[in-house]
């Protein structure tokens, strides 16, 4: 019964995950908080594409200027917020490792907080400083917690980590409670800030997004087969030729970059990175190869899926997005717990 | 420390001798003056007896703050939220911590003979223990303008200040019908309130909430009527709603672009008829979300914008 199986996806599987992703880009283009009958969504898009002018009225506006670029944005997000989960669950060697549960996306919420609070800014770019400072705090509380986690448990076992993950998000949120006591005139900007919001997404945003993760993205992919090595053991990917420091490092950065990036824009949302690669890693095999593609599209998926329950299941009214991915996202956390301690 | 606190009592001392010489005729539905006694329902239905006006009170809301003043009776608060600041004479008196962080010790230490508070984070606990202090406590939880008037007359009859009180009322009945018949609403305008800017989720007042009540008051139709309460609706929603005019509430950080600049230039929102013909408002939270006296302000501002170009 000994298969040959291929190291990569077959091409017929990313066909599949494009086409996927298109169509759903498509129906969450499609429905929104106002209903706008399909045929009028295609000749905008029609329209726009052949580079026609866009029929006049509020349709061609809410398509346009609201809903693709949020689509676009979440999309981003979520892709990013994936690869990223599948990365550091790669390096860590833990199945439980994830922008929130181990804590960095706390540092990147203090990161940005700080930006607001002292008005840290770089000239010529809209909120530069904020997502530099968010990207340059998530390295750092990555490389804290690792640190730490290292020399309470050289193994970086499980609970450790997400222990030091659980009390460093509660140290943060006290030094951004105690800043936002001190803030004064800013201290609503902040609190308004830490709510987070993909409400106000633009195309400067979705480009910011689309250019890091190709960046970064591109980064973690090309490194799948150190993480497969990693899988193993550090020792064993040492004794492959890895240079183990240096991959470590190239993935710290482009996690910090990424969810930097994703917490200045959108706030923290939680458990993406967690679910997402799990679920992939069932269907497609621990093979990061195969598994890390397949991650980046279906990240996309799932939280366009979410942002979509978000934005309709109340209308006229607006869920946060992390209400609906917290939801979806703890109770499989839960189930891969439980399976995890069982074996 | 305790220097302060000797002169707080030789000032509520005189305050209550003047109260209870100079004011003993008003009289209101929900107080009953028995000699001296007096007996109130709090907005939540529970008794209060007072054996005589209060002179030493504590309010935690800025709006029952603001009524205090509004009555004349500033001078009893020995303590007040952290969030009031009007009037300015407010900041002199002490602050004590409001909301999940209310800190019972540091209110039982102000000995005040009644704390006015509302429902939204303080719990039976809080309430059982300042009780348990020989503190009382009055509940004052104004719903719509009608419960203004409501938490006015309460507090009126716990500071023995029954004719201010009625009179403040009376004040805020007639300012609110001139307004409203002022307002000609020929032809139905809408309005959209904002609350909370695009950048962290839009939020509006939808119906139950004093902005809609009050743009009922001046013959706008508030688009999020159908919204009950507060809520964080959909940017699709306000652009096919198309208001006439656009309130918010936000408040300017003094850098950066103002609320009515940075509405305006959102991606979409130029074809909004309020932003077209802009007109958009920047009212004062304060004036406008809390249940106090100040909301004939707020009206007034808003009709003054609408209705005097």
Known sequence: MI?????????????????????????????????IPIHNIVSIIVNLILNKPIPEGVA????????????????????????????MQGVLRNPLADGTTIGVSSGASLGAVLAIAFGFSIPGIENGGVVLMAMVFAFISLLFIIALAYKLDCTLSTNTIILIGIIFSMFVSSIISFII?????????????????????????????????????????????????????????????????????????????????????????????????????????????????????????????????AR???????????????????????????????? | MKKISNVIVLIALAVSIVILGGCSKGQDSSSNVAGSKIVVTDMKGREISLAKPATKVVAITAADCEILYALGAGDTLVGRGEYCNYPEAVSEVIAVESGAETNIEQIIALEPQIVFMNTMAQDVETVEALENAGIQVAVSVA?????????????????????????????????????SANANSEEEKTVYFEVSPLEYGLWTAGSNTYMDELSQMLGLKNIFADVEGWGEISQEQVLERNPDYIITIAAYMGEGMKPEEEIAQRSGWDKIAAVENERILNVNADIISRPGPRLTEAAQVIFDFIYKE
């Not at chain 1, 970064?216 to 053991?233: D, H, M, P, V």
Request: some cysteine; charged content about 15%; proline content about 3%.
């Open chain 1, 3 to 35: 298969k040959y199986r291929s190291q990569n996806l077959k091409p017929i599987a990313y066909l599949l995950l494009i086409l996927s992703l298109l169509v759903v880009f498509f129906l969450c283009v499609c429905i929104g908080s106002v209903t």
């Open chain 1, 60 to 87: 061609g506006m809410i398509i346009l200027q609201v809903r693709i670029p949020r689509v676009l944005c979440v999309a981003f997000v979520g892709a990013a917020l994936s690869i990223c989960g599948a990365a």
């Open chain 1, 181 to 309: 006591t001190f803030a004064g005139e800013k201290v609503k900007h902040i609190m308004f800030w830490t709510m987070g919001s993909l409400a106000d997404s633009t195309y400067e945003k979705a480009l910011t997004l689309f250019l890091l993760l190709m960046v970064f993205g591109t980064i973690i992919l090309i490194n799948a087969e150190e993480l497969n090595a990693f899988a193993i053991s550090e020792d064993n990917a040492r004794n492959t030729g890895v240079d183990v420091k240096r991959v470590k490092l190239l993935m710290l950065i482009s996690v910090a970059a990424l969810i930097g990036v994703c917490v200045s824009i959108g706030g923290t949302i939680g458990f993406v990175g967690l679910v997402i690669p799990h679920m992939m890693r069932m269907i497609t095999g621990p093979n990061h190869r195969k598994s890390l593609p397949v991650t980046l599209f279906m990240g996309a998926i799932f939280l366009m899926l979410a942002d979509l329950l």
């Open chain 1, 312 to 343: 309709v299941i109340l209308k006229p009214l607006e869920l946060p997005i992390g209400v609906v991915t917290s939801f979806v996202g703890s109770i499989v956390f839960v189930y891969i717990f439980y399976h995890a301690r069982k074996r």
């Open chain 2, 143 to 179: 719903s719509d303008i009608e419960g203004v008037y409501e938490a006015i007359a309460l507090i009126g009859a716990v500071v023995g200040k029954d004719a201010e009180a009625t009179k403040l009322v009376e004040q805020m009945k007639d300012q609110f019908s001139e307004i």
